[in-house]
C-alpha cells in the first residue's frame, strides 16, 4: 500500500481533519511529504511552523514516544511557538502524533489532526494510528515494523 493510500485509510476510519506524514530530511526538520484532507481543511505542506525542532511534541516524538492530545490548546500552554503552530495548522484541537522508528531512530511521523473542536481518543484510535505508522514502516523498511506502544 502505498504512503498516500495509508494516510487516506487512517483520515476515514478515524473521522479526523488531517493527516501528515512528515520524512527525516537534511537539513529540514521534518517537512510533511503526504498529507490527507477532509472536504474542508486546507494544506499545511510547506508552511513553517516556529521552532519546529524545539516544540514539545516533536521532541516527545523524537524519543519514540507516541503523543496523544485531546485538547491541544490546553496542552503547553506557557509554549508560545507551540500555541502558535495550532493557530497556523488551521486550530488543531486535538492530535495523534506517532513516531516510524527504523533501527532505533526516528524517521518520519504520522499526525492525525482534529481541527476546531477537542476530541477524546480512545486506545483503539491510538492502535489505528500505530497500524497506520506500521503500514508505512514495512513500505520504507521493506519489511514488517516492530514498535513499542509508549504515549
Same mark, same amino acid.
Given at each position: 500500500?502505498?504512503?498516500?493510500?495509508?494516510? *487516506?485509510?487512517?483520515?476515514?476510519?478515524?473521522?479526523?481533519?488531517?493527516?501528515?506524514?512528515?520524512?527525516?530530511?537534511?537539513?529540514?526538520?521534518?517537512?510533511?511529504? %503526504?498529507?490527507?484532507?477532509?472536504?474542508?481543511?486546507?494544506?499545511?505542506?510547506?508552511?513553517?511552523?516556529p521552532n519546529m525542532a524545539g516544540q514539545p511534541v516533536v521532541v516527545r516524538v523524537l524519543a519514540g514516544k507516541q503523543v496523544i492530545q485531546n485538547d491541544c490548546?490546553?496542552?503547553?500552554?506557557?509554549?508560545?511557538?507551540?500555541?502558535?503552530?495550532?493557530?497556523?495548522?488551521?486550530?488543531?484541537?486535538?492530535?495523534?502524533?506517532?513516531?516510524?522508528?527504523?533501527?532505533?531512530?526516528?524517521?518520519?511521523?504520522?499526525?492525525? %489532526?482534529?481541527?476546531?473542536?477537542?476530541?477524546?481518543?480512545?486506545?483503539?484510535?491510538? *492502535?489505528?494510528?500505530?497500524?497506520?505508522?506500521?503500514?508505512? %514502516?514495512?513500505?520504507?523498511?521493506?519489511?514488517?515494523?516492530? %514498535?513499542?506502544?509508549?504515549?
Amino acid at each position: 500500500m502505498q504512503y498516500q493510500q495509508i494516510l *487516506e485509510a487512517l483520515l476515514d476510519d478515524l473521522s479526523g481533519s488531517r493527516v501528515t506524514l512528515r520524512q527525516d530530511v537534511e537539513g529540514d526538520v521534518f517537512p510533511i511529504t %503526504h498529507e490527507a484532507l477532509d472536504a474542508t481543511t486546507q494544506s499545511i505542506i510547506g508552511l513553517a511552523a516556529p521552532n519546529m525542532a524545539g516544540q514539545p511534541v516533536v521532541v516527545r516524538v523524537l524519543a519514540g514516544k507516541q503523543v496523544i492530545q485531546n485538547d491541544c490548546k490546553n496542552e503547553f500552554i506557557d509554549d508560545a511557538p507551540f500555541q502558535e503552530m495550532l493557530v497556523i495548522y488551521g486550530g488543531m484541537g486535538a492530535q495523534i502524533v506517532t513516531p516510524i522508528v527504523i533501527e532505533g531512530e526516528t524517521k518520519a511521523i504520522i499526525s492525525l %489532526h482534529v481541527l476546531g473542536e477537542t476530541r477524546e481518543w480512545t486506545a483503539a484510535d491510538a *492502535e489505528r494510528c500505530q497500524a497506520a505508522v506500521d503500514a508505512v %514502516h514495512a513500505t520504507m523498511a521493506g519489511g514488517p515494523a516492530a %514498535h513499542d506502544h509508549t504515549s
